[in-house]
Antibody, heavy 115, light 106 residues
Framework: EVQLVESGGGLVQPGRSLKLSCAAS????????MAWVRQAPKKGLEWVAT????????YYPDSVKGRFTISRDNAKSSLYLQMNSLKSEDTATYYC????????WGQGVMVTVSS | EIVLTQSPTTMAASPGEKVTLTCRAS?????MHWYQQRSGASPKLWIY???KLASGVPNRFSGSGSGTSYSLTINSMETEDAATYYC?????????FGAGTKLELK
């Protein structure tokens, strides 16, 4: 059974950093592109980042480019999202998802950016 | 960036009623994916590559479309279908989602 379990969320002040993790199991992690998708409270879904199987290619929307970094450790079947210079508008539930399409999702982890 | 516009924003349907949700893209895309999200739950892939049903999706659901116009149809509304449905394009980066259609039971 495919499982994706996010961790690392919490309350953080504007301008600070936070790193999310996603532990994957039930499939050969190194064979799949992976992604982060977020959902602000009571809002829709927003794609945040994608990483290739080897980690050599990464993709971001303009809203997070230069502030967020997606990475992976295939040996540990883990996905990461380093979030720097956080803003209030980054407040959301962050989901780890397997490409493509996004056919498996984690349960999500809440990130609140507030002073 | 390809903008996806879903309509209606909200709708209510009675059990047994036929329902059609629409997603329009600002530029042509090769295919469309659809996700179902029930309240308090993670999204689930529902229809992929325009018309293929994800595993476990009842066959009262169908998807169609091409170019800039896509739709999700429920042949006969059931209670469990009440949820928010999002379309998503994966043809080009940045990947984008529609704002969602909230489908309620009448």
């Amino acid at each position: 059974e495919v499982q994706l379990v996010e961790s690392g969320g919490g309350l953080v002040q504007p301008g600070r950093s936070l790193k999310l993790s996603c532990a994957a199991s039930g499939f050969t992690f190194s064979n799949y592109y992976m992604a982060w998708v977020r959902q602000a409270p009571k809002k829709g879904l927003e794609w945040v980042a994608t990483i290739s199987t080897s980690g050599s290619r990464t993709y971001y929307p303009d809203s997070v480019k230069g502030r967020f970094t997606i990475s992976r450790d295939n040996a540990k079947s883990s996905l990461y999202l380093q979030m720097n210079s956080l803003k209030s508008e980054d407040t959301a539930t962050y989901y780890c998802a397997r490409h493509s399409p996004f056919n498996y999702w984690g349960q999500g982890v809440m990130v609140t950016v507030s002073s | 960036e390809i903008v996806l516009t879903q309509s209606p924003t909200t709708m209510a349907a009675s059990p047994g009623e036929k329902v059609t949700l629409t997603c329009r893209a600002s530029s042509s895309v090769s295919y469309m994916h659809w996700y179902q999200q029930r309240s308090g739950a993670s999204p689930k892939l529902w229809i992929y590559e325009t018309s293929k049903l994800a595993s476990g999706v009842p066959n009262r659901f169908s998807g169609s479309g091409s170019g800039t116009s896509y739709s999700l149809t429920i042949n006969s509304m059931e209670t469990e279908d009440a949820a928010t449905y999002y379309c998503q394009q994966g043809s080009s980066y940045p990947y984008t989602f529609g704002a969602g259609t909230k489908l309620e039971l009448k």
